[in-house]
Protein backbone atom coordinates (compact mmCIF):
# COMPACT_ATOMS: atom_id res chain seq x y z
CA UNK A 1 0.00 0.00 0.00
CA UNK A 2 1.42 3.60 -1.44
CA UNK A 3 2.38 5.73 1.75
CA UNK A 4 0.31 8.67 2.12
CA UNK A 5 3.31 11.42 2.91
CA UNK A 6 6.99 10.34 1.84
CA UNK A 7 9.03 9.93 4.38
CA UNK A 8 10.68 12.79 3.67
CA UNK A 9 7.30 14.85 3.77
CA UNK A 10 6.56 13.75 6.89
CA UNK A 11 9.43 14.17 9.01
CA UNK A 12 9.85 17.86 7.77
CA UNK A 13 6.74 18.28 8.69
CA UNK A 14 7.15 16.54 11.95
CA UNK A 15 10.15 18.70 12.42
CA UNK A 16 8.39 22.13 11.48
CA UNK A 17 5.35 21.17 13.77
CA UNK A 18 7.47 20.36 17.04
CA UNK A 19 9.57 23.09 16.50
CA UNK A 20 6.43 25.67 16.18
CA UNK A 21 4.90 24.43 19.21
CA UNK A 22 7.44 24.86 21.56
CA UNK A 23 9.26 28.07 20.07
CA UNK A 24 5.93 30.17 19.74
CA UNK A 25 5.05 30.48 23.31
CA UNK A 26 8.38 31.70 24.61
CA UNK A 27 8.74 34.51 21.18
CA UNK A 28 5.01 35.87 21.63
CA UNK A 29 5.86 36.46 25.30
CA UNK A 30 9.33 37.96 24.78
CA UNK A 31 7.83 39.82 21.35
CA UNK A 32 5.24 41.34 23.91
CA UNK A 33 7.10 42.36 26.52
CA UNK A 34 5.69 40.61 29.69
CA UNK A 35 7.04 41.63 32.66
CA UNK A 36 8.50 38.10 33.14
CA UNK A 37 9.98 37.49 29.50
CA UNK A 38 13.14 39.40 29.30
CA UNK A 39 14.58 39.87 26.10
CA UNK A 40 15.52 42.73 23.36
CA UNK A 41 12.61 42.29 21.03
CA UNK A 42 10.31 45.03 22.54
CA UNK A 43 13.72 47.72 22.21
CA UNK A 44 13.90 46.27 18.40
CA UNK A 45 10.11 46.95 17.92
CA UNK A 46 10.58 50.19 19.27
CA UNK A 47 13.45 50.68 16.82
CA UNK A 48 11.19 50.26 13.84
CA UNK A 49 8.93 52.59 14.97
CA UNK A 50 11.69 55.22 15.66
CA UNK A 51 12.71 54.86 12.27
CA UNK A 52 9.52 55.31 10.83
CA UNK A 53 8.75 58.57 12.89
CA UNK A 54 12.20 59.95 11.60
CA UNK A 55 14.33 59.46 14.67
CA UNK A 56 16.79 57.19 12.94
CA UNK A 57 17.53 53.51 12.15
CA UNK A 58 20.05 51.01 13.31
CA UNK A 59 23.45 50.67 11.30
CA UNK A 60 22.31 46.85 10.99
CA UNK A 61 18.40 47.33 10.12
CA UNK A 62 17.61 44.16 8.02
CA UNK A 63 15.51 43.08 10.66
CA UNK A 64 13.83 46.14 10.68
CA UNK A 65 12.48 46.46 7.66
CA UNK A 66 11.62 42.79 7.36
CA UNK A 67 9.44 42.92 9.72
CA UNK A 68 8.07 46.56 8.36
CA UNK A 69 7.44 44.56 5.35
CA UNK A 70 5.68 41.30 6.85
CA UNK A 71 3.44 43.74 8.56
CA UNK A 72 2.19 45.17 5.80
CA UNK A 73 3.27 48.82 6.44
CA UNK A 74 1.62 49.04 9.53
CA UNK A 75 3.45 50.96 12.56
CA UNK A 76 1.24 50.12 15.67
CA UNK A 77 3.33 48.02 18.35
CA UNK A 78 0.79 45.07 17.19
CA UNK A 79 1.25 44.78 13.65
CA UNK A 80 5.18 44.91 13.86
CA UNK A 81 4.63 42.49 17.22
CA UNK A 82 2.83 39.82 15.37
CA UNK A 83 4.82 40.01 11.80
CA UNK A 84 7.99 40.02 14.60
CA UNK A 85 6.49 37.01 15.47
CA UNK A 86 6.66 35.04 12.07
CA UNK A 87 9.83 36.03 10.89
CA UNK A 88 11.54 35.10 13.76
CA UNK A 89 9.64 31.37 13.90
CA UNK A 90 10.67 31.09 9.97
CA UNK A 91 13.58 31.97 10.62
CA UNK A 92 14.58 29.25 13.56
CA UNK A 93 12.57 27.04 11.12
CA UNK A 94 14.82 27.76 8.59
CA UNK A 95 17.66 27.15 10.97
CA UNK A 96 16.47 23.57 11.64
CA UNK A 97 16.17 22.59 8.17
CA UNK A 98 19.30 23.42 6.47
CA UNK A 99 20.92 21.68 9.98
CA UNK A 100 18.84 18.37 9.75
CA UNK A 101 19.30 18.71 5.60
CA UNK A 102 22.89 18.56 6.25
CA UNK A 103 22.66 16.02 8.49
CA UNK A 104 20.69 13.81 6.60
CA UNK A 105 22.77 14.58 3.68
CA UNK A 106 26.28 14.45 4.55
CA UNK A 107 26.06 11.69 7.31
CA UNK A 108 27.60 8.09 6.63
CA UNK A 109 25.25 6.92 9.18
CA UNK A 110 23.00 6.23 6.46
CA UNK A 111 24.58 3.32 5.23
CA UNK A 112 22.29 -0.08 4.44
CA UNK A 113 24.38 -1.66 7.76
CA UNK A 114 23.53 0.66 10.09
CA UNK A 115 20.24 1.46 8.91
CA UNK A 116 19.28 -2.37 10.18
CA UNK A 117 21.32 -2.46 13.28
CA UNK A 118 19.37 0.57 13.96
CA UNK A 119 16.10 -0.63 13.04
CA UNK A 120 17.21 -3.85 14.90
CA UNK A 121 18.38 -2.72 18.41
CA UNK A 122 16.43 0.70 18.98
CA UNK A 123 13.38 0.41 16.32
CA UNK A 124 13.75 3.41 14.67
CA UNK A 125 14.91 4.96 11.09
CA UNK A 126 18.02 6.69 10.26
CA UNK A 127 16.04 9.94 9.33
CA UNK A 128 14.09 9.38 12.63
CA UNK A 129 17.52 9.27 14.36
CA UNK A 130 18.82 12.25 12.43
CA UNK A 131 16.04 14.00 13.23
CA UNK A 132 16.12 13.19 16.71
CA UNK A 133 19.64 15.06 17.30
CA UNK A 134 18.66 17.83 14.56
CA UNK A 135 15.94 18.93 17.53
CA UNK A 136 18.61 17.91 20.12
CA UNK A 137 20.84 20.87 18.83
CA UNK A 138 18.40 23.37 18.28
CA UNK A 139 18.32 23.74 22.26
CA UNK A 140 22.00 22.64 22.92
CA UNK A 141 23.16 25.38 25.48
CA UNK A 142 26.32 25.75 27.90
CA UNK A 143 26.98 23.10 30.00
CA UNK A 144 25.41 24.30 33.53
CA UNK A 145 27.78 24.87 36.39
CA UNK A 146 26.84 22.98 39.33
CA UNK A 147 25.86 25.36 42.02
CA UNK A 148 25.40 28.43 39.66
CA UNK A 149 22.51 27.20 37.88
CA UNK A 150 21.45 31.04 37.93
CA UNK A 151 23.94 31.96 34.92
CA UNK A 152 23.76 29.52 32.39
CA UNK A 153 24.31 31.57 29.46
CA UNK A 154 25.52 35.51 30.44
CA UNK A 155 29.34 34.73 30.35
CA UNK A 156 29.46 32.08 28.16
CA UNK A 157 29.03 31.35 24.74
CA UNK A 158 26.08 29.60 23.37
CA UNK A 159 25.54 27.44 20.28
CA UNK A 160 21.73 29.07 20.51
CA UNK A 161 19.80 31.70 21.76
CA UNK A 162 15.85 32.90 21.74
CA UNK A 163 16.03 36.52 23.33
CA UNK A 164 17.46 39.01 20.39
CA UNK A 165 15.59 38.87 17.11
CA UNK A 166 18.57 39.86 15.16
CA UNK A 167 20.90 36.89 15.82
CA UNK A 168 17.55 34.44 15.22
CA UNK A 169 17.40 36.17 11.71
CA UNK A 170 21.51 36.28 11.08
CA UNK A 171 21.53 32.39 11.16
CA UNK A 172 19.96 30.69 8.42
CA UNK A 173 22.38 32.86 6.39
CA UNK A 174 25.44 32.42 8.21
CA UNK A 175 24.82 28.49 7.74
CA UNK A 176 24.05 29.06 4.19
CA UNK A 177 27.62 31.24 4.16
CA UNK A 178 29.60 28.72 5.96
CA UNK A 179 28.48 26.09 3.46
CA UNK A 180 29.05 27.84 0.44
CA UNK A 181 32.35 29.25 1.34
CA UNK A 182 33.81 25.93 2.18
CA UNK A 183 32.20 24.10 -1.14
CA UNK A 184 34.36 27.37 -2.54
CA UNK A 185 37.34 26.36 -0.88
CA UNK A 186 36.97 22.30 -2.11
CA UNK A 187 36.08 23.10 -5.70
CA UNK A 188 36.72 26.27 -6.36
CA UNK A 189 33.27 26.65 -7.66
CA UNK A 190 32.55 30.40 -9.14
CA UNK A 191 28.80 29.86 -8.26
CA UNK A 192 29.98 29.32 -4.41
CA UNK A 193 31.99 32.16 -4.25
CA UNK A 194 29.07 34.52 -5.67
CA UNK A 195 26.72 32.73 -3.28
CA UNK A 196 29.52 33.60 -0.26
CA UNK A 197 29.68 37.23 -1.48
CA UNK A 198 26.12 37.82 -1.71
CA UNK A 199 24.74 35.91 2.03
CA UNK A 200 27.92 37.28 3.82
CA UNK A 201 26.92 41.22 2.55
CA UNK A 202 22.98 40.43 2.99
CA UNK A 203 23.51 38.88 6.46
CA UNK A 204 25.76 41.74 7.69
CA UNK A 205 22.95 44.19 7.43
CA UNK A 206 21.25 41.84 10.01
CA UNK A 207 24.33 41.68 12.42
CA UNK A 208 28.16 42.49 11.25
CA UNK A 209 29.40 40.24 14.34
CA UNK A 210 29.68 37.12 12.13
CA UNK A 211 31.19 38.93 8.94
CA UNK A 212 33.74 40.24 11.41
CA UNK A 213 34.71 36.75 12.40
CA UNK A 214 34.05 35.15 8.58
CA UNK A 215 36.04 37.27 6.50
CA UNK A 216 38.97 36.86 7.67
CA UNK A 217 38.88 33.22 8.47
CA UNK A 218 37.43 33.02 4.99
CA UNK A 219 40.74 34.95 3.53
CA UNK A 220 43.32 33.07 5.15
CA UNK A 221 41.88 29.43 4.17
CA UNK A 222 41.45 31.00 0.53
CA UNK A 223 45.12 31.70 0.52
CA UNK A 224 45.87 28.44 2.27
CA UNK A 225 43.93 26.40 -0.17
CA UNK A 226 44.92 28.43 -3.63
CA UNK A 227 48.25 30.39 -3.28
CA UNK A 228 48.51 33.45 -5.25
CA UNK A 229 45.89 33.22 -7.93
CA UNK A 230 43.32 34.35 -9.87
CA UNK A 231 40.94 33.11 -7.18
CA UNK A 232 42.44 34.09 -4.40
CA UNK A 233 42.23 37.52 -5.88
CA UNK A 234 38.66 37.31 -6.86
CA UNK A 235 37.68 35.75 -3.11
CA UNK A 236 39.12 39.34 -2.02
CA UNK A 237 37.09 40.68 -4.29
CA UNK A 238 34.03 39.35 -3.35
CA UNK A 239 34.80 40.29 0.76
CA UNK A 240 34.88 44.32 -0.74
CA UNK A 241 31.14 44.64 -0.28
CA UNK A 242 30.76 43.12 3.14
CA UNK A 243 34.03 45.14 4.50
CA UNK A 244 32.71 48.54 2.53
CA UNK A 245 28.97 47.80 4.54
CA UNK A 246 31.26 47.18 7.84
CA UNK A 247 33.21 50.38 7.64
CA UNK A 248 29.92 52.15 7.34
CA UNK A 249 28.43 50.31 10.09
CA UNK A 250 30.99 51.56 11.96
CA UNK A 251 30.86 55.09 11.15
CA UNK A 252 26.84 55.38 11.13
CA UNK A 253 26.70 53.36 14.84
CA UNK A 254 29.70 55.41 16.54
CA UNK A 255 30.79 58.62 15.09
CA UNK A 256 28.77 60.74 18.26
CA UNK A 257 27.15 64.14 16.30
CA UNK A 258 26.51 63.22 12.98
CA UNK A 259 22.90 61.36 11.87
CA UNK A 260 24.63 59.77 8.66
CA UNK A 261 22.46 58.43 5.65
CA UNK A 262 20.15 61.50 4.76
CA UNK A 263 21.37 61.27 1.14
CA UNK A 264 19.46 57.90 0.77
CA UNK A 265 16.36 60.02 2.74
CA UNK A 266 17.05 57.15 5.62
CA UNK A 267 18.84 59.13 9.04
CA UNK A 268 20.84 56.06 10.85
CA UNK A 269 21.21 57.34 14.29
CA UNK A 270 24.95 56.85 15.84
CA UNK A 271 24.89 56.09 19.73
CA UNK A 272 26.47 59.03 21.21
CA UNK A 273 26.92 58.08 24.81
CA UNK A 274 29.06 54.60 23.32
CA UNK A 275 32.90 54.44 21.89
CA UNK A 276 34.88 50.71 21.79
CA UNK A 277 37.84 50.16 23.89
CA UNK A 278 40.42 47.95 23.99
CA UNK A 279 40.45 46.26 27.15
CA UNK A 280 41.56 42.45 27.05
CA UNK A 281 39.68 39.94 29.48
CA UNK A 282 37.41 43.20 31.02
CA UNK A 283 34.55 43.14 29.36
CA UNK A 284 34.47 38.94 29.89
CA UNK A 285 35.69 39.02 33.57
CA UNK A 286 32.07 41.21 34.15
CA UNK A 287 30.41 38.48 32.84
CA UNK A 288 32.06 35.50 34.01
CA UNK A 289 33.56 34.84 37.37
CA UNK A 290 35.46 31.72 35.77
CA UNK A 291 36.53 31.87 32.22
CA UNK A 292 38.70 28.81 31.70
CA UNK A 293 34.65 27.18 33.25
CA UNK A 294 33.00 29.55 30.52
CA UNK A 295 35.03 27.80 27.43
CA UNK A 296 34.51 24.15 28.87
CA UNK A 297 30.57 24.50 29.33
CA UNK A 298 30.95 26.38 26.06
CA UNK A 299 33.12 23.96 23.80
CA UNK A 300 32.83 20.87 25.92
CA UNK A 301 31.37 18.45 23.59
CA UNK A 302 33.07 19.93 20.11
CA UNK A 303 36.68 20.30 21.74
CA UNK A 304 36.14 16.79 23.27
CA UNK A 305 35.33 14.88 20.06
CA UNK A 306 38.56 16.80 17.99
CA UNK A 307 40.87 15.80 21.22
CA UNK A 308 39.99 12.02 20.99
CA UNK A 309 39.58 11.69 17.47
CA UNK A 310 41.80 13.58 15.93
CA UNK A 311 43.26 11.24 13.99
CA UNK A 312 40.26 9.83 12.55
CA UNK A 313 37.71 12.73 12.00
CA UNK A 314 35.98 12.29 8.26
CA UNK A 315 36.13 15.98 7.51
CA UNK A 316 39.20 17.45 9.56
CA UNK A 317 39.06 20.75 6.54
CA UNK A 318 35.35 21.46 7.44
CA UNK A 319 35.97 20.94 11.31
CA UNK A 320 39.36 23.00 10.99
CA UNK A 321 37.39 25.91 8.56
CA UNK A 322 34.24 26.33 12.05
CA UNK A 323 37.17 26.07 14.59
CA UNK A 324 39.20 29.05 12.14
CA UNK A 325 35.78 31.36 12.11
CA UNK A 326 35.00 30.79 16.06
CA UNK A 327 38.56 31.42 16.98
CA UNK A 328 38.74 34.66 14.87
CA UNK A 329 35.16 35.42 16.81
CA UNK A 330 36.91 34.99 20.63
CA UNK A 331 39.63 37.16 19.38
CA UNK A 332 37.35 40.28 18.62
CA UNK A 333 35.53 39.24 22.45
CA UNK A 334 38.59 38.77 24.25
CA UNK A 335 40.41 42.29 23.97
CA UNK A 336 37.84 44.57 22.65
CA UNK A 337 34.90 46.36 24.84
CA UNK A 338 32.15 48.86 24.57
CA UNK A 339 31.97 51.51 27.17
CA UNK A 340 30.28 54.45 27.81
CA UNK A 341 32.04 58.35 27.81
CA UNK A 342 32.71 57.92 31.31
CA UNK A 343 34.36 54.73 30.98
CA UNK A 344 31.56 52.34 32.48
CA UNK A 345 31.60 49.00 30.66
CA UNK A 346 28.55 48.78 28.49
CA UNK A 347 26.33 46.09 29.40
CA UNK A 348 24.86 44.70 26.20
CA UNK A 349 28.83 42.52 25.88
CA UNK A 350 28.28 43.15 21.66
CA UNK A 351 31.07 41.48 20.99
CA UNK A 352 30.16 38.31 22.21
CA UNK A 353 27.71 37.80 18.99
CA UNK A 354 30.07 37.01 16.51
CA UNK A 355 31.40 33.93 18.81
CA UNK A 356 27.66 33.07 19.32
CA UNK A 357 27.14 32.63 15.63
CA UNK A 358 29.86 31.08 14.77
CA UNK A 359 29.32 27.95 17.73
CA UNK A 360 26.11 26.49 16.13
CA UNK A 361 28.17 25.46 12.34
CA UNK A 362 30.80 24.14 14.99
CA UNK A 363 28.42 22.08 16.86
CA UNK A 364 26.68 21.05 13.74
CA UNK A 365 29.58 20.25 11.63
CA UNK A 366 30.71 17.85 14.58
CA UNK A 367 27.90 15.95 15.11
CA UNK A 368 27.91 15.68 11.50
CA UNK A 369 31.22 13.97 11.52
CA UNK A 370 30.64 12.65 14.68
CA UNK A 371 27.57 9.80 12.87
CA UNK A 372 30.34 9.55 10.04
CA UNK A 373 33.47 8.57 11.89
CA UNK A 374 33.56 4.53 11.78
CA UNK A 375 35.83 4.85 14.80
CA UNK A 376 32.95 6.44 16.66
CA UNK A 377 30.58 3.91 15.48
CA UNK A 378 28.67 1.91 18.27
CA UNK A 379 27.75 -1.15 16.07
CA UNK A 380 30.82 -4.09 14.76
CA UNK A 381 30.29 -6.30 12.27
CA UNK A 382 31.23 -9.91 12.45
CA UNK A 383 30.98 -13.44 10.86
CA UNK A 384 28.35 -11.16 8.67
CA UNK A 385 26.28 -10.03 11.81
CA UNK A 386 26.31 -6.77 13.45
CA UNK A 387 26.34 -6.62 17.76
CA UNK A 388 26.45 -3.13 19.78
CA UNK A 389 29.61 -2.55 21.47
CA UNK A 390 31.12 -0.03 23.76
CA UNK A 391 32.95 2.60 22.53
CA UNK A 392 33.86 4.64 25.75
CA UNK A 393 35.24 7.47 22.97
CA UNK A 394 31.72 7.71 21.72
CA UNK A 395 29.76 7.47 24.83
CA UNK A 396 32.09 9.75 26.22
CA UNK A 397 31.19 12.64 23.17
CA UNK A 398 27.49 11.81 22.84
CA UNK A 399 27.22 12.04 26.68
CA UNK A 400 28.54 15.58 26.48
CA UNK A 401 26.29 16.57 23.60
CA UNK A 402 23.34 15.08 25.63
CA UNK A 403 25.15 17.30 28.51
CA UNK A 404 24.42 20.44 26.42
CA UNK A 405 21.10 19.80 25.51
CA UNK A 406 19.70 18.74 29.04
CA UNK A 407 21.45 21.99 30.06
CA UNK A 408 19.47 24.48 27.27
CA UNK A 409 16.12 22.89 27.31
CA UNK A 410 16.97 23.70 31.12
CA UNK A 411 17.87 27.53 29.93
CA UNK A 412 14.89 27.27 27.43
CA UNK A 413 12.01 26.07 30.75
CA UNK A 414 13.82 28.66 32.82
CA UNK A 415 13.20 31.19 29.81
CA UNK A 416 9.73 29.87 29.36
CA UNK A 417 8.69 29.91 32.98
CA UNK A 418 9.93 33.74 32.92
CA UNK A 419 13.19 33.73 34.90
CA UNK A 420 14.99 35.51 32.59
CA UNK A 421 17.50 34.90 29.87
CA UNK A 422 20.77 34.62 31.88
Not at 172 to 179: H, K, S, T, Y
Not at 257 to 285: C, K, Y
Request: hydrophobic share 55%.
Amino acid sequence: MKQFWPPYVFHVFCLFAFLTFVISPLLIGMVFGTSLLESDHPAHIKMIQEGLAGRGWPAHFLFHIVVYLFAGFKSTYDSLAKASIIVLTLCFLAKAWISWEWLRRSCVVTAMATTRTLSTFLGVTTLTLIQVIALGLMFAGPIIRPGYVCCIYVGQITPNLYHNPTSLLLWPFALGVFFAGYRFLQDGRWRMLVATALLLAVGVLAKPNYAMAYAPAFGLATLYRYRISWRTAFAAIAMLPTLLILVWQLNATFEANTLTGNDWGMAFRPMVDRQIAFMPLIAWRAFSSNIPYSLFASLAFPAAYVLMFRRTLVRPGLLLFAWAILAVAVLWLIPFVETHTDGRIYIDFNFQWGAVISLFPLFLVTLGDLLSNPAASAFAEKDGRLSLVVNYRALIAWLLFVAHVASGGLWFLRQLYGVGYA
